[in-house]
């Protein structure tokens, strides 16, 4: 009970205090709560903000980010659609609005969106990248090969992309290239389970228990929280005796 009351007079001062600031300062205590990684508080001040402005764009623009990140994607589309009616030409906000779309399983529509910012930006790494991963699940390799290879160019030493682009190479049977993509990015990054991981999913697709055994050992060295690690390697170790 008093832990209830002494919530609901934090409360009261925040909001009273809220009332009392300008949209401003309230966006800038939610863009130091966002710096923090605090983005649920973030919300509720992006939030207070629009409540004195509906129109005020940088508050809507935050408020759809950090919905994005605090994972409620329904609620940060809602938020970005609307800023983009205020700013059609915001390719950041296109780029997070096409986010959403390529997870919520709605492919199409983030591809549209993602060549709209590369027709004013056709260097824009995240978007050459988000397209390449588009076509992935569109099961377009040829053309998720074409934009990964884009984006390196720009960003030449992007994990991500790299890793991405080994995948292809090895259903595409270049395993030679592969190794050396993924070597590239262990060579920047020996601790890159991610890299490890791939050189794993390669090993049990070619039938190499050990060496998938030696890529889980890595793993788990670089980090011993990795349950998903454990279990698989586990499971390894179970039927090779």
């Known amino acids: 009970m008093k832990r209830l009351l002494l919530l ?3 409360f009261t001062v925040f909001t009273a205090a809220c009332k009392e600031q300008t949209k401003e ?3 800038q205590q939610g863009m130091e709560f966002v710096d923090n990684g605090n983005n649920q508080a973030a919300v509720t001040l992006f939030k207070n903000a629009l409540e004195k402005d509906p129109n005020y764009i940088d508050a809507r623009l935050q408020l759809g980010f950090a919905y994005l990140e605090t994972g409620k994607y329904d ?3 809602n938020e970005l659609v609307k800023a983009l009616r205020q700013q059609p030409e915001n390719n950041h906000a296109i780029l997070k609005l096409s986010e959403i779309y390529l997870g919520t399983g709605r492919t199409e529509k983030a591809i549209v969106q993602l060549k709209k910012i590369l027709e ?7 978007a050459l990248f988000l397209l390449a991963r588009c076509y992935i699940v569109a099961k377009d390799l040829s053309t998720a090969e074409q ?3 884009e984006s390196l160019k720009v ?3 992007y994990a991500p ?10 259903i595409t049977d270049r395993v030679d290239a592969a190794n050396q993509m993924v070597d590239a990015v262990l060579k920047e990054d020996p601790n890159n389970t991610d890299a490890y991981y791939v ?3 390669r090993a049990l697709t070619e039938r190499d228990r050990d060496e998938a055994i030696n890529a889980l050992i890595k793993i788990r060295s670089i980090n011993a929280d990795d349950l998903y690690a454990a279990y698989t390697l586990g499971m390894l170790y179970l039927d090779v005796g």
């Open 8 to 10: 609901f007079v934090l």
């Open 25 to 27: 300062e309230i966006f």
């Open 75 to 77: 609620k940060a589309e």
């Open 120 to 126: 004013s930006e056709p260097e824009n790494a995240d």
């Open 147 to 149: 934009y990964f290879r």
């Open 155 to 157: 960003r030449p030493a």
């Open 161 to 170: 992309a790299q890793l991405d682009l080994a995948k292809i190479l090895y």
């Open 199 to 201: 050189l794993m999913k």
